[in-house]
Structure formats: C-alpha cells, structure tokens
C-alpha cells in the first residue's frame, strides 16, 4: 500500500509541475514574443565583389531579431559583396590596421566603389577610418560601431564591429545589399 501511495504522490507532484511549464509555455506564447529565425551561421558569405556603379548611401535599422545594415546603390543591379568575420580589420590596398569597436568584427565588402569611377569624384562620403556618415548604432542590440575602410578598385570596404561572434545573412535585393545581424544564437 505504501509504494502505491508513494507512486501516486510522485504523479501527483509531477502533473502539478507540467500545468505549472505548461502555463508558462502558454503566458510566453501570448504576450506575442516573436519567433527569430535561425540556422544563419557565421561563415563567410559572399560573392563577385567589383562594381562600377558608385555606392550612394549606408544605413542602419533594427529589428526585434537583428541588427541591419543596408548598402544602396541605384542602378547598381546585383551587388557583388564578401562579408566575413576577421581578427582586425586592414584597410584594402595598403593593409593599414582600423580599430573597429565590439567584441568582433565583420569586415563587409561591396561590389561598388565610393567614388564615380568616370570622375573619381567621392559618391559616397566615407573617411578612412571614421564612422559612417550619417549611421548612429548607439542604443542597438548587436551592432556596436561602423568604420568606413577604404574604396578601391570598384569595391568598398566597411567595418562592422558587434556585440559578439554572432550569426549572420547577407540579402541581395535590387540595387542593394543587406547585412543582418542576429541578437542571438
């Protein structure tokens, strides 16, 4: 008799403990917590870099699962790009080391240079080394800092600098590129 109420006890107490996970599970479904995706990786991703079509402008958004990084280039087409993590970023051609704040870097490449490649003058007015134009990260998840690198040979270096190591996804649309990065594994 005892075992039989030792067991009964036991289920007692244990059906007591799922209604209290499952009420959880159900109060955290409904407060309308998004669902992130996943399955982004941190390898590097990327493509045809060189461009002839002049980068126009750089920007930043956020959104409840990631951080974002959008790149426009009217009339640019499809962008070539290369975005991968790296130890330190150095700037294209001369190799210079640019300190970019955050627990890791990305550097980002995009298939379209600073500068319109039939004048050379500046189309888009990044400084070595500097943060970019006009792109405030202060307050954001992941992102921690931007620096503009250099633009050479039809191709223009950015660094990324993020929370950590972190997953992320390059998105080619119609005369942009997006890098977004994820709050989360």
Known sequence: MRRTAAAVAALVLAGTGLGV???GTATAA??????CPTGWGSGDKGGAA??????????????????????????GGTL??????????????????????????????VGAPAYDPASGTPAY???????????????YSTFRDTRF?????????????VRARLPFRVIQLPDQLVV??????
């Open 149 to 161: 690198s250099a633009s050479f040979e039809g191709e223009t270096q950015i660094g990324l600098g």
């Open 21 to 23: 996970v499952a009420a």
């Open 30 to 35: 409904g407060t309308g917590a998004t669902a």
């Open 50 to 75: 060189a461009g002839a079509v002049p980068l126009k402008t750089v920007r930043a958004g956020r959104h409840d699962c990631f951080d974002r990084l959008v790149f426009d280039v009217p009339g």
């Open 80 to 109: 070539g790009y290369s975005v991968r993590y790296v130890d330190r970023l150095h700037q294209l051609a001369s190799g210079d080391y640019i300190p970019v704040g955050g627990g890791a870097v990305l550097d980002v490449r």
């Open 125 to 139: 007015p990044g400084r070595a080394g500097q943060p970019l134009p006009g792109v405030d990260v202060s307050g």
């Open 180 to 185: 977004d990065v994820a709050h989360t594994w």
